[in-house]
């Protein structure tokens, strides 16, 4: 079991769909998602967070690139501890598994007392997402084994509608399987996500269901149709305690400057 720093409970620190290019020059919808990475990760550097652990969930190369996913590995090596990867739906989780490595391709992993199961909700070709049986045996089985851990379950796609039509039409669409197995392990504290690009905190049960700002652009909250918003990126930070007990809150870039096409209907 990896041991987080003595006396404190365990920082964690998400970052997702940072949508990297193999062209340095690379934009999504006008901002250079390089530069924003940076600027998310210079903020968590002046924030003076030091994470035990790194959550990366998916959307990480827009172009599913191996030159983007050695951006990533690149910039995350600013940080002293281990970072976890999972695919989204720009990924190509065979490319992705090779960028990640033997640590950052692990699904499972036990630290500071708590529990973390990653999940490929990936499909191929696909913007939506579904867990494979092979997945949701994965997860039924790391459950059944440590009942005892308070545990953050984290994937890609969104496992409950968001209140927007068009991102509610490219979630996780066997969810129902996926609540039936989380539904009866009352050690799952947390289901973290990505693809939204925009911050959401709910409960369902004792679970809290937590999504998040992307490290590029942003999407409008709430918005029938797609649409973008001026927000600036962000990172979403956790403390987890071994008791189970957690606080979490998001922070976005301070000193980002960018132009975003408000007016795009798409991408
Ligand atoms: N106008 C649109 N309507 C529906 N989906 C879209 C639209 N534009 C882009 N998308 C897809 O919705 C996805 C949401 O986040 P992604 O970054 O995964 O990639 C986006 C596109 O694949």
């Avoid at 890609?156 to 392990?185: C, E, K, Q, T, Y």
């Avoid at 409960?203 to 999504?211: E, N, S």
Wanted: net charge negative; with cysteine.
């Amino acid at each position: 079991m990896t041991q987080s720093k003595p006396n404190r409970p365990l920082q964690v620190l998400q970052l997702t769909d940072p949508h990297l290019m193999a062209d340095p020059h690379g934009e999504l919808l006008g901002v250079n998602t390089r530069d924003s990475l940076d600027a998310v990760i210079a903020q968590v550097q002046v924030d003076g967070r030091e994470p035990d652990l790194i959550l990366a969930t998916g959307d990480l190369a827009q172009d599913s690139s191996a030159e983007a996913y050695q951006v990533l590995t690149d910039r995350l090596a600013q940080f002293a501890c281990p970072a976890l990867w999972l695919p989204g739906n720009h990924d190509d989780a065979v490319v992705l598994g090779h960028a990640a490595g033997a640590v950052g391709g692990q699904k499972q992993l036990v630290m500071g007392g708590w529990q973390f199961l990653l999940l490929d909700s990936s499909v191929p070709g696909h913007v939506h997402g579904e867990l494979s049986d092979r997945e949701l045996a994965f997860l039924e089985r790391a459950l059944a084994r440590s009942p005892e851990l308070p545990t953050m379950i984290a994937l890609h796609h969104h496992p409950v509608d968001v209140g927007s039509r068009w991102m509610d039409n490219i979630g996780l669409r066997n969810r129902d399987a996926f609540w039936a197995i989380v539904d009866r392990f009352p050690q799952v504290r947390v289901v973290l996500w990505g693809h939204i690009h925009q911050p959401l905190d709910q409960q369902r049960g004792d679970v809290r269901l937590l999504a998040s700002p992307s490290t590029c652009i942003q999407f409008a909250a709430g918005s029938a149709d797609f649409a973008v918003a001026d927000l600036a990126p962000g990172y979403r930070w956790f403390e987890l305690h071994p008791d189970g007990a957690l606080a979490t809150d998001v922070v976005r870039a301070e000193n980002f400057e960018f132009s975003i096409d408000l007016d795009s209907t798409g991408y």
